[in-house]
């Protein structure tokens, strides 16, 4: 087997995040993408004696377990790459990549409490980042995502099961708009065009919808029309919200240079476990309404008895999991790398009418060892990277009983466990929860114990 060869063969084992590994002969296929039992053609990339690394070209045949009912964008958008698997077996190949990871660092010992699938596992998300773009060289007007494997081209996706229909009536009626006008979209190549985004976040307990057209400032377009015109819209939940986003970043981020209010106010309101919170435009917030309140009753059930404690939430973002804490914690202690995020958290927090919650800004690695107060009990909640060397020895240092990680990436999770064993700090207890169900992410559920 050598570089640009095209090979065939079945896929075998999926692994976590979304790549799996075959057999052919006695070499190791590695690949992004495939679904354990389809017949695949591939290129290969890499050859090495024991291992190749190859490129899907083409699904030959559909594995046996793929029995569900896709939507119509499926295998050719980027988004859901599972979503033609049933749900239930979604969930079985998720805990077993999990206990994989687990087991391959060596760690036993604990009690596996298996994984929870999210209430919805379809039209769970509350938030959309759509591209304005096109499907093809001069193509009419598309606004989606990108298609599998393409940077450039953009798949208008109003056929899409992540999402209900207030979404696709603001998408395809906001397509259909701009594409009357003959505004040129925003080309992330040359940095020219007028057209760049649509944002849709909407509070799935609440009701309230926002709408954030972004844009580039190259034209000058009044977007009064686009206003009335979205407003007509026979939507379920109310339109509380219009906004037009002025981005000038080079990045292919939505960043915002300018926020003009066109209707309503610049925020929604959202409610999690009897909890308000208000979300702007740009804050973090769970995309998974439904399945944040299941995953913060998880990690509440495993933080146990916290009355009169004092807590930390590291990583504390809107501040939703310190909040959640805060009715019978004495104390909650937040660190929060974006100011944006901490400012909110404040906010709510005073929202909720709750007097115990301080969150500040600040890398935890760097900040958490200055805090002269001990915790009882420590809940870190980091992005993928994982938590830094540092802040695992900082973190250990104060000697808390417990320690509850929750993680959304088991790979950098199981390094980290591993880390936190060296200061004594051992696995009690696991469950998974599938917060992003039809792709390859999974959240982990973890408890550790002080044993010496
Ligand atoms: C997975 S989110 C969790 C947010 C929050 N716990 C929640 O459930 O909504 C991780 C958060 O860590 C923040 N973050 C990333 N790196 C950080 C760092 N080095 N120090 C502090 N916060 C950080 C991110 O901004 C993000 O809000």
């Known amino acids: 087997m050598k570089r640009k060869d095209i090979i065939e ?3 075998d084992k999926m692994e976590f995040g979304g790549t799996t590994v075959s057999m052919l002969g006695n070499k190791e296929i590695h690949m992004k993408g495939g679904i354990s ?3 695949v053609k591939a290129a290969v990339k890499k050859a090495r004696s024991k291992k190749a690394e190859v490129k899907m070209l083409e699904i030959l045949e559909k594995s046996p377990i793929e029995t569900a009912n896709p939507c119509k964008h499926f295998g050719i958008c980027g988004g859901c790459t599972i979503l033609s698997v049933p749900y239930e077996k979604q969930l079985e190949i998720k805990e077993r990549q999990v206990m994989d990871l687990f087991l391959n660092q060596d760690i036993f010992g604990f009690q596996f409490l298996g994984i929870e699938g999210s209430p919805q596992d379809r039209l769970y998300r509350n938030k959309m980042e759509y591209t304005f773009g096109d499907e093809m060289k001069d193509g009419p007007l598309t606004l989606g995502l990108h298609k599998k494997g393409r940077h450039i081209d953009i798949l208008t996706v109003d056929g899409c099961y992540l999402v209900d229909q207030d979404f696709i009536k603001v998408l395809t009626s906001t397509v259909e708009y701009f594409d009357e006008k003959k505004l040129p979209y925003y080309r992330c190549m040359s940095h020219k065009g007028y057209l760049r985004n649509l944002v849709v976040r909407k509070g799935i307990n609440t009701n309230e919808l926002m709408v954030n057209i972004v844009t580039s400032s190259q034209e000058d377009f009044d977007m009064t029309e686009y206003k009335e015109m979205l407003l007509n819209l026979e939507t379920q939940a109310e339109i509380v919200s219009i906004l037009h986003t002025i981005n000038d970043g080079l990045a292919d981020a939505v960043q915002c240079d300018e926020l003009r209010v066109l ?8 409610e999690l476990l009897g909890l308000k919170f208000t979300i702007s435009p740009f804050s973090f917030f ?3 309404t439904k399945g944040a309140e299941k995953l913060y009753s998880i990690a509440r059930d495993f933080v146990g008895d916290h009355e009169n404690k004092v807590v930390f939430d590291l990583y504390s973002g809107t501040g939703t999991i310190g909040q959640v804490m805060a009715g019978a914690a004495k104390k909650v202690y937040g660190i929060e790398l974006i100011e944006e995020a901490v400012v909110a958290a404040n906010n709510n927090a005073k929202l909720n009418g709750l007097t115990n919650c301080e969150f500040v800004a600040g890398d935890v690695a760097k900040t958490v060892k200055n805090f002269k107060v001990k915790p009882d009990l420590i809940i870190v909640d980091p992005p993928r990277p994982g938590v830094h060397k540092d802040a695992i020895r900082d973190i250990s240092g104060f000697g808390a009983k417990e320690i509850v990680y929750i993680s959304c990436n088991p790979k950098t999770l199981v390094l980290d466990l591993v880390e936190f064993k060296k200061y004594g ?9 599938d917060m992003f169900p039809n792709t390859p992410h999974v959240e982990t559920i973890v408890k550790l114990k002080k044993v010496n």
């Not at 209707?263 to 959202?270: A, F, P």
């Open 286 to 288: 769970q995309t998974n």
């Open 9 to 11: 063969f079945e896929v």
């Open 37 to 39: 039992g389809q017949k």
């Open 263 to 270: 209707h309503g106010r610049d925020y929604i309101n959202e």
């Open 425 to 433: 700090y051992e696995v009690e207890k696991v469950k998974c929860m």
